[in-house]
């Protein structure tokens, strides 16, 4: 999703944003229903992410995966920011990282209009991303994505499921819907503003409260509004039992998870596709939740959560 954009310059990260000078992953696995035969024998491969939980998971995760099927694999992964993670892997310092498909449409490659279909979205930029010298694999069912969510007490009180409900909760009792928002998406076109445009809710500037987004969520869980803004795959979102809107009008940009390869590397090792195809298709938003709340709640370390998940569904084995 979006996060705080890093300069880049001459190809390298600066200080502040710089890229880590990396580690081996050192994992004792072996291939279990990935990585049969071990088909990356030989491969020196980098993987980055970005630095918040779901990335440092999902890096885990594409690193383990090549690991199993061979492969030597440096760490880098927690560079700050969306810009120095795709700079890595463009200019060659990185093979491979799991990005999301709305930042690429929208912050890389400069389109204002989401694509609302997520296949026809990663589809395009699969297409835009090729004479960039970046390949993209299938993208995961995954979508972190906002969303607006509410506590267990008001869903009881007001039982709405949609977006489009919650407009029209909004008409019949204007002050029903109070709202816990990041000042960024309180003013961003493809935030608030729009979300209202598209639902036809004109909601007053005092049913609307702006916070950070940590706070948002306990916010949200007190009840102190009835509605706050969440990411789709927060682990919050299931630790605090809060029920997420759907978006029945398809607003919000999707942000589908998928394998974006460097192309040079692709071509010397196709087999990354093979590896990575049953990884991908099984994360979904409830996994993605799962995993994210054992960091963010449990304390747990983000690399074996990873391990941990990949052995529990035996696509690796532990040596």
Not at 9 to 21: D, E, H, K, Q, R
Not at 134 to 143: D, E, G, I, Q, Y
Request: one cysteine or more; glycine letters at 10%.
């Amino acid at each position: 999703m979006r996060r705080p954009l890093c300069l880049v310059l001459a190809g390298v990260m600066i200080t502040g944003c710089g890229l880590t000078s990396g580690s081996p992953m050192a994992d004792d696995v072996e291939p279990g229903t990935i990585g049969r035969g071990r088909p990356l024998e030989g491969a020196d491969l980098t993987v980055v992410s970005k630095e918040f939980t779901e990335q440092l998971i999902l890096g885990a995760i594409m690193g383990i995966a090549f690991e199993a099927a061979g492969a030597e694999v440096l760490d880098r992964t927690g560079i700050q920011g969306s810009v120095g993670t795709r700079a890595a892997v463009e200019n060659g310092d990185a093979d491979a990282t799991y990005e999301y498909t709305g930042t690429a449409w929208i912050t890389y490659l400069g389109n204002s209009e989401p694509v609302p279909d997520p296949h026809r979205q990663w589809a395009a930029v699969r297409e835009a991303d090729a004479e960039n010298g970046l390949t993209w694999l299938p993208a995961a069912p995954m979508n972190n994505t906002y969303a607006l969510a509410m506590n267990q007490a008001n869903f009881e009180k007001y039982r709405t499921r949609t977006m489009s409900e919650v407009a029209a909760l909004s008409k019949e009792d204007p002050g029903a819907v109070t709202l816990c928002v990041e000042g960024e998406f309180a003013n961003r076109a493809d935030g608030l503003p729009g979300l209202q445009k598209t639902y036809g809710m004109r909601l007053p500037a005092g049913n609307i409260t702006q916070m950070d987004t940590g706070i948002i969520y306990t916010q949200t869980a007190k009840g102190a509004c009835a509605y706050g803004e969440v990411f789709t795959t927060d682990g919050r979102i299931e630790s605090m039992h809060l029920v997420v809107m759907e978006d029945d009008k398809k607003f919000f940009p999707n942000y589908n998870a998928a394998p974006m390869i460097r192309t040079d590397t692709m071509k010397k090792w196709p087999a990354i596709a093979d590896v990575l195809d049953p990884v991908t298709r099984a994360l979904t938003n409830d996994v993605a939740r799962e995993l994210n709340a054992k960091v963010d709640v449990d304390g747990e370390d983000p690399h074996q959560v990873a391990l941990d998940w990949m052995t529990e569904k035996g696509f690796v084995k532990e040596g």
